[in-house]
């Protein structure tokens, strides 16, 4: 501290930045806020997802095991399903913070086994496996949407109170201690005023 001069001309520039910090901080706790409000919604989101993911497994697997038992063992029926590609990840900006999008591009639903050596119970567990498949789509999308958005408020937290904590009270002190000097000056020089006008005034008598 002792290295700031004492000039208003330094005053000025530290009250600058201080006010300039007071907006950074203020920034920086409503964009935290706004993160926060953002994250909490998403989390609601995967609680219900998850929900259903629970659900859906369990139909999907239960109606496996009734297409395992009627037709054995439908491994290599799986086989001959085609991979799905249809995934594309797209991004979506929250105040500044990318957030991935994955938008349902899964073509209808259209079977690649046939019909003539499978049963109703294997469409059903295709069909609800391909639930099972979106689900766990919304689901990816979400969870990376918190956990990038917790890492964003972790920052903006941490940034916020070395702005509050640190850098504002440190412009606070530079004021203040700047305040001081040049008041001392003024003192002193008004002192040395009147000492000079006394004297002058003697010397006239």
């Known amino acids: 501290m002792a290295a700031v001069l004492p000039t208003k001309g330094n005053l000025m520039a530290a009250k600058r930045s201080r006010a300039l910090a007071q907006t950074g901080y ?3 706790d ?6 926060v409000r953002e994250m909490m919604t998403l989390m609601d989101d995967a609680a219900a997802i998850q929900r259903e993911i629970d659900q859906v497994f369990q139909s999907a697997y239960d109606a496996l095991a009734r297409a395992n038992i009627e037709l054995g063992l439908c491994d290599h029926i799986a086989e001959g399903v085609e991979p799905d590609e249809s995934l594309d990840v797209r991004w979506r900006s929250v105040m500044g913070i990318e957030l991935p999008s994955i938008p349902d591009n899964t073509p209808p639903l259209k079977p690649d086994y046939g019909f003539a050596y ?3 119970a294997l469409d059903l567990a295709y069909i609800r496996f391909a639930k099972v498949k979106d689900l766990t789509r919304r689901m990816a999308e979400v969870e990376t949407s918190i956990y990038r958005l917790a890492e964003a408020i972790k920052k903006a ?18 004021i203040r201690f700047i305040t001081e000097a040049l008041e001392e ?7 040395r005023l009147k000492v000079i006008k006394r004297q002058g005034e003697k010397g006239k008598g």
Do not use: C, W, Y
Not at 30 to 35: A, D, E, P, S, V
Not at 185 to 191: G, L, Y
């Open 118 to 120: 499978t049963s109703p």
């Open 26 to 28: 203020e920034l920086m």
């Open 185 to 191: 000056k003024e003192r002193e020089e008004f002192v």
């Open 30 to 35: 409503r964009k935290r806020n706004i993160l």
């Open 157 to 174: 937290q941490k940034r916020a109170n070395a702005l509050n904590n640190i850098v504002i009270p440190g412009f606070d002190h530079t």
